[in-house]
C-alpha cells in the first residue's frame, strides 16, 4: 500500500496497474479485517467478557495514551537494542563457525555434536541460566538472544557453503584467488541464499527470546510492559503492546525480505 | 621461481606459453579405503608448447582427472606433472580453465565475472576495463556486460566462461567438455571460434572431450584413452592445415582420419563394457 502511496513511476509503469495492485493488497489483508471483525463480535454479544477481549476502539485508545503520553517507545527502543545486540553477534559468529565448520574437519568434528545437541532445545529454557550468570541487566538477555538465534544463522551457513558448487572453488583458483579469497569471494558469496534464510529465522527467534525473557528478567522494555500491564489488569493497554511488538516483528521481517530481494537479485533474472 | 613468478602476476603481465610433462602419473579414487578405484595408470604425455592437445576416449577413462592434475585441483599421488614454472602443486592463473558446466560466478555479470581474474593479476583499473571489453567482444557478448548469467543462453554463458579464462591470458589453457552442453550449431561456431582464438594466442591447450570429430577439427595431436584402468592408448598426430574451417569437413584426410580414430575409440567402448561385466 505505502509502496503505491510513496510512487515508484518505473516499476508502476512496467509492473501491474493501480486498480489490480489496490484489489490485491485489500484481498490479502481481508483475513485480518475477518479477524477483527470476529474479535469486535465475541466482545460485543458478551460470549467472552469485555476483560479478556477487550474492543477494538478501546485498544487504539490506550496505544494512542501509551505512544503521546507513555513509555511505549522507550521501552520498544530498550526491547530492540537487546534483540539487535544479540542478533548481530549471532549473525557474525554465526557465519564465521559455518564457514569455518564447512571449511575445516577438524572444526566440524568439535562442532557439529554441539549443534546437533542444542539445536532442538528451546531456547527459552535457558531464562534461568543466564539470569544466574549475569544477573538481570541487559547482557543477560542479550546473551540470551545470542545463543538462540546463533544456531540457525551457523547452521544456514554451515549448509550453503557445504553446497557451493565446486567448480566455482576451482575457476576462482585458476584465476588466481588465494584460499581466503575463495573462501570471502566465492563460498561466503555463493552461500549467501542459505546464510539469509538462516538470518530470517534467527531474526523471528530474536523477537521470540526479547519478549519473553523480558516477561522474566527485566524491569524494562515490551516484554516487561506486556506483563506489568497485565498484572495490574489494564487489557487494552496490554493487548495494544502486543499488537504493537507483533507489528515491528511482521515490518522487521518484510523490510528483511525486501533486502534479501535486492541482495540476491542475480537469483530471480 | 614462485616468487619471480609472483612478481610477474602483480605487474598484470601475460604468463609465457609452456609446454606439459606428464611422467609416470597414477591416480587413485578412494586411495585410503579399500575399495580404491584405479582411474589413472602410469600416464606419460609430453604436450608441446603451444600445442593443441585433445584427450579423447569413452567416459570414465579419467581423461577429466587427468586434466583436473594439470590443473593442480587434485592433488598428484604418483608421478610428476611440470610446465616451464616447475612441478605442478596448485591451481594457478599460468593454468586456466573452462569447464563443462561453465562455473560462472551466479552473482557477477559477465564484466564483473571477466574483470574477477584480471583483479587478482593485479591490472591496473583502465586496463583492466579495457581488457575486459577486448575479451567480452571477442567472444561476441557485446551489449551483454551487465547481464548475469541467469539472464544468458548456455552458448553465451559458455562464451562468457572462456572470455573470463582468456582475459588473464594463461600460458596453458585447459578445457573440460567445454561445449558438451550445447546444441550442435552453436557447438560448430565455438569450435571454429576456439581454433581461431588458439591460432592467434598461440597457447598450449589442453582439451578433454567424447566426440572424434570435435577431437580431430581442433586437435594438433590427439591421446586416445582407454577405460579403467585410463591409459594412454595411441597418440595421433593430425596431419591437417593450420586453417580449419566448415570445409574441412569434407576434406578425404578429415574424414579418413576420423573414421580410423573412431575404430580406435570404438575398441575401447567395447572393452569398456565388457569389463564392466
Redesign the interface.
Known sequence: MTDVLAGKPDRRRSGPSWSYTVVNTALRFSPLLLLALGWEFLGLSGLVSQQMLPGLGDIFSAFSAMLFGGDLLYNTARSISRAATGLGAAVVVGVAAGLLMASFRTVRLLINPIVQIFYPMPKSALIPVVMIWLGLGDSSKILLIFLGCLLPVVVGTYNGARGVNPFLLWSAASLGASRFEVLREVVLRAAMPDILNGCRTALAFSFILMVSSEFVIATDGVGFMISSLGDGGQYPAMFAAIFFVAGIGFAADRLYAMLSRRVLRWREA | MSMLHTAV?TRGRAHTASGISVSDVSHTYGARTAGGMLALDGINLEIGDGEFHCLLGPSGCGKSTLL?LI???IPVQAGVISTSAGPVT????D???V?Q?F??????TVKDNVL??LR??GFAAAEREQRAQRYIDMVHLTGFEN??P??LSGGMQQRAAIA??LA?D?GIL?MDEPFGALDAQTRRVMQEELRTIWRDSRKTVVFVTHDVQEAVFLADRISIMSARPGRIQHVIDVDLPKDRGEEILENRAFIGLSEHIWRLVREQAVAATRGAH
Do not use: E, H, M
Not at chain 2, 596448485?90 to 592463473?93: E, F, K, N, Q, R
Open positions: 602476476a583436473y590443473g593442480g585441483f596448485a591451481p594457478g592463473p593454468r586456466s580453465i569447464f558446466n562455473a560462472l560466478f551466479p552473482w557477477k574477477y581474474g587478482k593479476a547481464a548475469y541467469s539472464q573470463r579464462t588473464v594463461p585447459l
